[in-house]
């Protein structure tokens, strides 16, 4: 699957959800109320992955770490689109922005001691 695809996807369970939303309580999720939902979501993964670790129990195993990463990147494609980014773009100019300061301070920085 590509990415074009994956954001196809994602639309369209956005669709449902406010398909749904709009049913049963006769509105859909604002733009923060995607951002708190995400929020959640990456709290449950911060537990999962801790649990991965061996920190702290949790029901699931893999299979609900598996989940949570693909409904945190749900959240990330509906809000990019909520908010009109073209996250395909930002990802590029952003990773190309992070390889430059990090290479630069490895040639430019001493090693510390």
Same mark, same amino acid.
């Given at each position: 699957?590509?990415?074009?695809?994956?954001?196809?996807?994602? &639309?369209?369970?956005?669709?449902?959800?406010? =398909? #749904?939303?709009?049913?049963?309580?006769? %509105?859909?999720?604002?733009?923060?109320?995607?951002?708190?939902?995400?929020?959640?979501? @990456?709290?449950?993964?911060?537990?999962? @992955?801790?649990?991965?670790?061996?920190? %702290?129990?949790?029901?699931?195993?893999?299979?609900?770490? =598996?989940?949570?990463?693909?409904?945190?990147?749900?959240?990330? &494609?509906?809000?990019?689109? #909520?908010? =009109? @980014?073209?996250? &395909?773009?930002?990802?590029?100019?952003?990773?190309? =922005?992070?390889?430059?300061?990090?290479?630069?301070?490895? @040639?430019?920085?001493?090693?510390?001691?």
């Amino acid at each position: 699957m590509d990415f074009t695809e994956m954001k196809r996807q994602a &639309l369209d369970i956005h669709a449902l959800y406010d =398909e #749904l939303n709009q049913k049963k309580r006769g %509105r859909v999720w604002t733009r923060g109320e995607f951002m708190t939902g995400f929020m959640g979501d @990456v709290g449950d993964l911060s537990k999962l @992955v801790m649990a991965a670790d061996g920190a %702290r129990d949790m029901p699931g195993g893999r299979a609900a770490l =598996e989940h949570e990463l693909a409904d945190c990147l749900w959240s990330v &494609l509906i809000l990019a689109h #909520l908010h =009109e @980014v073209n996250l &395909l773009e930002a990802f590029s100019r952003t990773m190309a =922005e992070l390889r430059n300061s990090i290479t630069t301070q490895l @040639v430019d920085d001493p090693p510390t001691p």
